[in-house]
């Protein structure tokens, strides 16, 4: 079965880095857009990052572009999140989500169960 | 950018009564438009996909309607698994509506 599982996730201090990992099994994960979806806590949903199936394009939501970039080696069946520059407001559990269907824009089905990023002094 | 606005914010039911979810959008999304549930604790969930179509798995008690800028999620008969919140999305740029608890009353 499809199975997304995050990591990467923890404590970091404003202004440094962090990167997310997505590890996809179960399906042809080069044929699949990407995305990256992300909730405060106790907040909605909020999407971050889009990635084509074969990495050609990118596309961000305004609160992170420039300081967020995704990308995803499909030799390796991963999905990752670079994150510079991290704000207190960028606090979120992160979700990765595959395109339900191969290759076009699509809905997120499904999701992992994401990692917790903490940006605190 | 289009602004997908959700009704209400809570709606206090009981098991076995009807659900009826509404989501409007700022301009026309044509059926591009999903519904998820979310669980305490859990990843969201599609049920919903181009304003009636349920996902794999998901009961014939949840049902989409509308299309342009009103949709609709009803859930015919509340089984106690169906406490949660909903969220409806566009893929236009991919934001989410705020969201609707369905809560017991």
């Known amino acids: 079965q499809v199975q997304l599982v995050e990591s990467g996730g923890g404590v970091v201090q404003p202004g440094r880095s962090l990167r997310l990992s997505c590890a996809a099994s179960g399906f042809i994960f080069g044929s699949y857009g990407m995305h990256w979806v992300r909730q405060a806590p106790g907040k909605g949903l909020e999407w971050v990052a889009l990635?084509?199936?074969?990495?050609?394009?990118?596309y961000y939501a305004d609160s992170v572009k420039g300081r967020f970039t995704i990308s995803r080696d499909n030799s390796k069946n991963t999905l990752y999140l670079q994150m510079n520059s991290l704000r207190a407001e960028d606090t979120a559990v992160y979700y990765c989500?595959?395109?339900?269907?191969?290759?076009?824009?699509?809905?997120?089905?499904?999701w992992g169960q994401g990692t917790l990023v903490t940006v605190s002094s | 950018e289009i602004v997908l606005t959700q009704s209400p914010a809570t709606l206090s039911l009981s098991p076995g009564e009807r659900a009826t979810l509404s989501c409007r959008a700022s301009q026309s999304v044509s059926s591009y438009l999903a519904w998820y549930q979310q669980k305490p604790g859990q990843a969201p969930r599609l049920l919903i996909y181009d304003a009636s179509n349920r996902a794999t798995g998901i009961p014939a008690r949840f049902s989409g309607s509308g299309s342009g800028t009103d949709f609709t999620l009803t859930i015919s008969s509340l089984e106690p698994e169906d406490f949660a919140v909903y969220y409806c999305h566009q893929r236009s740029n991919w934001l989410f509506g705020g969201g609707t608890k369905v809560e017991i009353k």
């Open positions: 990635i084509s199936y074969d990495g050609s394009d990118k």
């Open positions: 989500a595959k395109n339900r269907a191969p290759y076009g824009d699509s809905w997120f089905d499904p």
